[in-house]
């Protein structure tokens, strides 16, 4: 039995639909990464099963409950979210924004009580952010930023942490290093990690399993192995690329790609080259 | 001055908090003994604690510790409805003066005037409170119809243009049913002639609403981040906004329905509390109250000694304090003292 499911989903904003029909199942304390080209829906596919934005038809299920009747802060105890982009906390402390994770387990004034301030803690410690806990959030440069906000998730202490696009606007080192503060979070805790990224490289080397969509269907799912392919690449992003094997990890990599429309085109002018 | 500001704000909240307590009672007490009749500390301590009247301190206890009372918590009440609209609309420029609530209560007010000459101090409290609510509604319910949501200066400017209208409502019915003095008692008189009989019915009200908005503080701050993240907190977004806007409500129509319209000050005060305590409204609630009082205390005192013994109108002392701080905040982008 797995934790999260999404059965028959509908999701449109303003009436036009986004997704449609979709059925999905996330694996337990692995890694998922949903992949495919801008608008597809799959930042719409996280905010539908995160609550953020409500599913017309068809149903989620946390723990076999339907979310849409669970009371919001029962869900935020089982599942946190680390929306796209959330840099909105201007003048927070860093220690004031992680301390508000613990929001859905106080209840009253909410007083932290030193169980909550070990939790706080913990996660300033595995985020590596407990020397800034007095800077505040605006201070700090955006892989910095992006470890506070995961801090503030894991504050929530949830078995599940759902992520959009949480290496947009980082560099490429700073992009590795959440990747592998996710993957460690995942390997030594087990906790279950679904986000959404652009980067397929990045994608099949840190997860577990992927779920390729195109119009607001996942068109394939499994491990990186059996969806990062030629196939797939031609499907989802209407590419033609060239699938290797990283070095170093041994996982699929897409090497490089030329646009399908470019490489007819290209195609076709040697047709033209040739003929003269 | 950034390494002041950092220990300023360095200074642990309850230190902070109990000086501005401190502050707030000494501004309470000159302000209660300064006044167009010379009056010295002996007589404010005999108005407080001796019993029976004299003409020494009778006139503090019938005239002037009422309108301090008054000014005092409609000074809380402003500040604290004006700092949780800016948390709940992420608006700097927020203000229960500017985004309709105090001139929708004000022609609520001229409203119940005109229709019951012998209205109770209750139920002009009532029509301030529905008033209030309406200016609101139509303020938001013009921001709502715009798709993408309002900018910070386009709220404003809905919430100029709603003030204007309603402003003129209660000024045609002034002068239709020829009460506008009765009605420009309250507008410019601020708290003159403020009564105990009259704060008997209001604080409790404004007492209440502080209190809710104590409670709720930590939703504000919540709410003040972005939406996704206050969902995914676990926060029920319409119950809290809804809860919100029925305390700021009565907060805004219980201070006019003591003093009349008043702007700037629920702008004012919680740019000032943020320099001092930071962003989190755990801390800008509390402290805007004080701070609230404090100031609503001194414009009110500045107001009657200016001129002395003729009065200057108190809203007149807040608005030439507020017009330029309001262009402040709007030329450093809303982060004025961050």
């Known amino acids: 039995m797995f934790r999260l499911t999404a059965n028959d989903l509908t999701v449109g904003y303003d009436k036009v639909p986004i997704i449609q029909n979709l059925s999905v199942t996330i694996p337990d304390k692995q890694i998922t990464s949903i992949i495919g080209s801008n608008g597809c829906g799959k930042s719409t596919l996280l905010k539908a ?4 934005i409500p599913y017309e038809d068809g149903s989620v299920l946390l723990d076999g409950s339907q979310i849409a009747t669970m009371k919001t802060k029962d869900v935020a105890k089982k599942m946190a979210i680390l929306p796209q982009s959330p840099d909105s906390a201007s003048g927070l402390t860093v220690g004031e924004l992680v301390s508000y994770g613990r929001f859905p387990h106080q209840s009253g004034l909410g007083r932290l009580k030193q169980a909550d301030i070990d939790v706080i803690h913990w996660a300033m410690e595995v985020t590596a952010i407990i020397g800034f806990k007095h800077r505040t959030v605006d201070e700090l440069s955006g892989g ?10 894991l504050a929530q202490e949830t078995d599940i942490i759902l992520l959009d696009e949480p290496t947009t606007y980082l560099d490429m080192a700073h992009q590795l290093d959440i990747l592998q503060l996710l993957e460690q979070l995942n390997k030594q805790e087990g906790r279950t990690i679904i986000m959404v990224l652009h980067d397929i490289n990045q994608a099949a080397r840190f997860s577990d399993h992927l779920l390729a969509m195109r119009s607001g269907q996942i068109i394939q799912t499994g491990s990186p192995g059996e969806v990062l392919t030629k196939e797939m690449l031609r499907n989802v ?6 699938i290797g094997t990283d070095p170093r990890t041994g996982k699929p990599i897409c090497i490089t790609y030329d ?3 470019q490489k007819e085109q290209h195609n076709n002018e040697k047709k033209i080259h040739s003929a003269i | 001055m950034k390494k002041v500001k950092r220990e300023i704000q360095h200074t642990a909240f309850p230190i902070k908090l109990i000086i501005a307590i401190i502050v707030c009672f000494f501004t309470f007490l000159i302000a209660t003994k300064m006044g167009a009749k010379e009056t010295s500390f002996a007589d404010v301590f005999n108005a407080f604690f001796q019993k029976g009247s004299s003409p020494g301190y009778s006139i503090i206890r019938d005239i002037r510790l009422p309108r301090e009372v008054a000014v005092m918590f409609v000074g809380a009440a402003l500040a604290v409805s004006g700092a949780i609209m800016q ?3 992420r608006n700097p420029l927020a203000d229960p003066g500017l985004l309709g609530l105090t001139s929708g209560a004000n022609a609520a007010l001229a409203f119940a005037l005109a229709m019951l000459p012998s209205v109770s101090t209750f139920g002009i409290m009532v029509a301030c409170f529905i008033g209030a609510a309406a200016g609101a509604g139509l303020v938001f319910g013009i921001g709502s119809m715009q798709k993408g949501g309002f900018t910070p200066v386009k709220l404003v400017l809905a919430g100029a243009a709603i003030s204007i209208f309603l402003q003129a409502v209660a000024d045609a019915i002034g002068l239709y049913f020829k009460i506008s ?3 420009s008692l309250w507008t410019a008189g601020g708290a003159i002639g403020t009564t105990w009989q009259q704060l008997s019915i209001v604080i409790p009200f404004i007492l209440i609403g502080l209190l809710f908005a104590l409670l709720l503080s930590r939703q504000v701050t ?8 206050a969902t995914g907190l676990g926060q029920n977004t319409r119950r809290i906004r809804w809860l919100l806007f029925i305390v700021i409500v009565i907060l805004a129509g219980a201070a006019v329905s003591l003093v009349g319209n008043m702007a700037f000050i629920g702008l004012m005060i919680p740019h000032i509390v943020r320099a001092i305590v930071g962003v989190d409204y755990r801390h800008i609630i509390p402290m805007s109250i004080f701070t609230g009082a404090i100031f609503m205390l001194l414009a009110d005192l500045v107001g009657r000694m200016i001129h002395a013994p003729m009065e200057t109108p108190v809203v007149s002392i807040v608005a030439v304090l507020g017009l330029p701080f309001f262009l402040f905040v709007v030329r450093k982008g809303g982060s004025a003292f961050q």
Request: proline fraction near 0%; charged fraction near 30%.
């Open chain 1, 49 to 52: 099963i995160t609550r953020i």
């Open chain 2, 222 to 229: 919540i709410l003040s981040l972005k939406e996704d993240v």
């Open chain 1, 237 to 242: 992003y209407e590419i033609d690329g060239e």
């Open chain 1, 259 to 261: 646009l399908i429309k």
């Open chain 1, 144 to 153: 910095q930023r992006q470890r506070v906000w995961i801090a503030m998730a």
């Open chain 2, 181 to 183: 003095k009765n009605i």
């Open chain 2, 87 to 89: 948390g709940m609309t």
